[in-house]
């Protein structure tokens, strides 16, 4: 008997049926990935975000699978030609490859050259050659030609009956997967400059002469070669080793192909007719099939974990540690165009804006000066954000003299990505929320919340354009922006959501809700006032039972109750009252309020005294971990990275300098370190640690502030080599001008310099 779906999902994930059967019930009914595996534990067995997701995506995969199954089915049984064989194998394939491989004999298709054969009447030729290959190909064809029918003499015949035995063998679903597997496991990639493409493809000089191993190439040179293709820079091929050796050997995908239809050299009469009809099976019809296929799912591959990358990196970003409720001027540096100045409250409220010009052409450092003292003075400025663009080391050093001009407001100035800004300016969120502001200051409010929220502030922009991914314009955009979302939702639903102070764009991506009722609330909360109660949401328009029951886990009301403030669910309210009640009489406390939020207090309790047949232990240990942290966040303290003084620019930089940095970009080579030079160097993943590092993931992540040693500084390039082992030596300076590179053999290591100078060049595009 088959496997289900569900069981299949079960055995894939290493987990209970059970689990799997409850995960897929509760999505099937509209349930959000972050409300199963927070508010239904019990059910799914603990199932976590990351194993919903995962469980997500293959449930879709294997529906589409069982689909195209129930449909390939049908069409071959319509046509007559399922048999009990044929139908057990379509019945049984597992992808969705292998079931396409089945149905190619039986799929409608052009009309091919094999087909007009057959109309001809050449297949009893065919037959007759393949079955008795004593037969002389040339006298039996004779008996073939018909000038009528187009065949006009006997090398037509045979050319003929060569295409039907052609596209026989090609359509041997079994044929195809032996071969798949073994150029898969024995291809190689090559790839060689276009001609007298050398000067303007530099940048991939790399490739130019490069050969690997189609199964160990890593994601990111996949794509570095798919990006030189499609520049055309680059050609790329899929070759065997048999092909590339100066030594004549038998080919053996040939030689597959003839031991798969049972063709052998005896010196018998069509023995080589044959054994070229099998040549240009391989040639005609499966080399470049296969090729386009498996650097198709090679792209693919590499695309996926590219997609992988930037979702970790988002992730980080997101949950990077708030600065907090506190006053906060946003600087959004510029040179001919000044200084974007933006004032904001704690909430994130604009204040006040201003626009000064320290630098070239006016050099107005005085006037700039008085202008922000008095900004700061009048709105009692804690904290100023400095975004990362051009002129932000300039900018760095004016907030510098301004806190140095009022000591009393003990300010503190950080540097942080202004990624996106520019984005979220010209949005219709942004025009919306400040119709009048000119759109350059609105990128220096974003600046100033960014610092205050990461998560509040980048919910508004685009995941893509926040730009914490490698090649993210080369993969499939829609899978890109599906699995970005995805991390969008679960880090706002990790947090939670205070409902009165929330924007439309970060209620949004709370569990249950749209964008449309996002609006709603906003819009009820703009007409009645704060709502007291997580009750009160049930008033706001469209927002019905289901809704609410997806959505009010995550979202915090500071009110009467302080459950509203918590995480625990209001279905779980009556369990959580027992708990206090019954906490309160044995301590003797008076109100609830006194327990709520007290270290050591619920450690008393023992959870499975409350565990009935709607809440589990699961349920009842997550209740008092939030009644002993209620609306606890999970995110780092903040702190902030000290750049060097008088290290402002590329040209400032030594080998040797150590100095600290924020690690804006983790890749699969290593990660980006922001030294604030206007330019991320690279810490190649070799220069990660002291020990071998598989996943730079491991080590570090986008955020992390770090100590960094300078390698090699290539000021022509913008490159920047990096190293985090402190005690490694340092070179003079990157070659400017590399030699072209040799052939890459499949076993090679890639330098730390020349490679990923490359690849770093290539992502940061």
Known sequence: MLPTIEQRLAQEMNVRPQQVNAAVSLLDEGATVPFISRYRKEATGGLDDTQMRLLQDRLGYLRELEQRRDAIISSISEQ?????????????????????????????????????AREAGLTPLADSLFNDPTLNPEQTALSYVDAEKGIVDSKAALEGARQILMERFAEDAGLLARLREHVSAHGMMVSRVVADKETEGAKFRDYFDYREALKDIPPHRALALFRGRNEGMLSIAIKLPEELSDTPMTHPAEAMIAQQVGISSRNRAADQWLADTVRWTWKIKL?????LELLGELRERAEAEAIKVFARNLHDLLLAAPAGLRATMGLDPGIRTGVKVAVVDATGKLLDTATVYPHQPRNDWDGALHTLAQLAQKHQVELISIGNGTASRETDQLAADLIACLPQLNMTKIVVSEAGASVYSASEFAAKEFPQLDVSLRGAVSIARRLQDPLAELVKIDPKAIGVGQYQHDVSQSK??????????????????????????????????S????????????????????????????LGDKTFELAAGFLRIRGDNPLDASAV????YPVAERILYDLMQKLQAPKADELIGKAGVFNQIDPQAYVDEHFGIPTIKDILHEL?????????????????AGITAIKDLTAGLILEGVVTNVTNFGAFVDIGVHQDGLVHISALADKFVKDPHSVVKAGDIVKVKVQEVDAQRNRIALTMRLTDAATISMPASPKPSKRLETNQTQPQGAMASALAGLLKR
């Open 287 to 291: 080399a470049l099939h296969l090729e």
């Open 515 to 542: 964008t449309s009722l996002a609006e709603s609330i906003v819009n009820y909360r703009d007409q009645h006032g704060i709502f007291t109660s997580r009750a009160a949401l049930k008033k706001v328009p469209r």
């Open 569 to 572: 669910h209001p279905e779980a």
């Open 80 to 116: 007559g030609k399922l048999t009990p064989a044929l139908q057990h194998a379509v019945t049984h394939a597992e992808t969705k490859q292998s079931l396409e491989d089945l149905y190619l004999p039986y799929k409608q298709k052009r009309r091919t050259k094999a087909q007009i």
């Open 480 to 513: 890109l922006a599906k699995s970005l979302d995805a991390v969008v939702e679960d880090c706002v639903n990790a947090i939670g959501v205070d409902v009165n102070s929330a924007s439309v764009p970060l209620l949004a991506r709370i569990s249950g809700l």
């Open 628 to 644: 002993e942290k209620p609306g606890r966040d999970p995110r780092p303290a903040f702190k902030t990275a000290t750049f060097k």
